[in-house]
């Protein structure tokens, strides 16, 4: 079953060095970016996610890929709210109401 993870990158080289990167993480079942270093990506596991974006990276960057739970806050236009409602997985919830805001 396919999961929502988050990608965030802090990235030392010039941009036009990270096509392949950007390659890999539009190439996903579905996919989100408002933030300028963070994805949010739909692929079956967080191992799998990585061995496709290691080799896209270079030795100074950093990179964080974690899962996404329902547990969430924070100030993004509604439609990336929209997004998050209907990819990140419910069943888990343990918190009824998230703090969801648009701007």
Known sequence: MA?????SYDLKDPPGNYSGLYKV??????????????????DESYDLLWKKLQPQLGPKDGLLV???TDESAGWLPKDAWD????NVDTTTQSKPDAQLTAV
């Not at 993480?25 to 408002?34: G, K, P, Q, R």
């Open 3 to 7: 999961k929502v993870f988050c990608v």
């Open 25 to 42: 993480l539009t190439s996903c079942a579905n996919w989100w970016h408002y933030l300028e270093s963070t994805w949010l990506v739909v």
């Open 66 to 68: 974690i899962g996404v």
């Open 83 to 86: 997004w998050i409602k209907q």
